[in-house]
C-alpha cells in the first residue's frame, strides 16, 4: 500500500476539516462520514470526545485503524448499510467530499437522524462542479443540497476543486 494514496492531508481534504474545526463543539461525539484514511480525526479529535469512522473502502480502514487508534473505523457502504452506531448517539457529523459517490442517499438520510441526537450539526463539502472523476455520480448544485438539506446554510466557501460547503442541523425526516 502507498501512504500517499491514503494520507496527506495537504493534497486532499484537510482543508475541509479545518474548516469544520469552528462547527465542533468541545467534547462533541464525532462522526465522519467516507472516512478515507482517516486524518479528519487527526485534525477533529483534539476537541471531540470521541470520533467514529467509517468508509467503503476496506484498505482506507485498515490504514486509518493502524494510523489512529484512539478513534473508531468501520467499512460501510453509505448507499447500502446501516450506520454501525447506536440511536442518538452523534453530536456533530462530517461529510467531506463523499456524497458524490452514492447512488442514492436515501438509506443514509434516515441514518443520519436515527444516529444524530436533534439539533446535531453536519458539516458536508461536495464538488459543485463536474470534476474530471469518474468515480463521482452526482454532482449537487445548492438548490440540490438545500433539497435534500431543508434549511441548510451554503457557508459561502469554494473549496478545493470548486467544493461547495455547507452546514445543516439535523433534523427528523
Known amino acids: 500500500m502507498k501512504e500517499k494514496r ?3 492531508p495537504t493534497k486532499g481534504h484537510g482543508w475541509a476539516y479545518t474548516l469544520a ?3 465542533l463543539r468541545r467534547g462533541d461525539r464525532v462522526l465522519d462520514l467516507c472516512c478515507g484514511a482517516g486524518y479528519g ?35 460501510c457502504d453509505l448507499s447500502k448499510d446501516p450506520l454501525p452506531l447506536r440511536d442518538n448517539t452523534v453530536d456533530f457529523i462530517t461529510w467531506i467530499e463523499g456524497i458524490e459517490h452514492l447512488d442514492t442517499v436515501d438509506l443514509i ?7 444524530a441526537i436533534p439539533g446535531a450539526g453536519l458539516f458536508l463539502t461536495t464538488p459543485s462542479r463536474k470534476a474530471p472523476d ?16 431543508p434549511g441548510c446554510q451554503d457557508l459561502g466557501v469554494k473549496g478545493w476543486c470548486g467544493s461547495r460547503v455547507i452546514y445543516w442541523t439535523v433534523r427528523m425526516v
Open 21 to 23: 474545526l469552528a462547527h
Open 41 to 75: 480525526c487527526e485534525i477533529l479529535l483534539p476537541k471531540a470526545r470521541c470520533m467514529t469512522g467509517v468508509d467503503y473502502d476496506p484498505e482506507a480502514i485498515a490504514w486509518a485503524t493502524k494510523k489512529h487508534p484512539k478513534c473508531s473505523f468501520h467499512t
Open 109 to 115: 438520510m434516515r441514518e443520519i437522524t436515527r444516529v
Open 6 to 8: 491514503f494520507y496527506d
Open 134 to 149: 469518474p468515480r463521482h455520480k452526482h454532482y449537487y448544485m445548492l438548490p440540490d443540497l438545500q433539497r435534500i438539506f
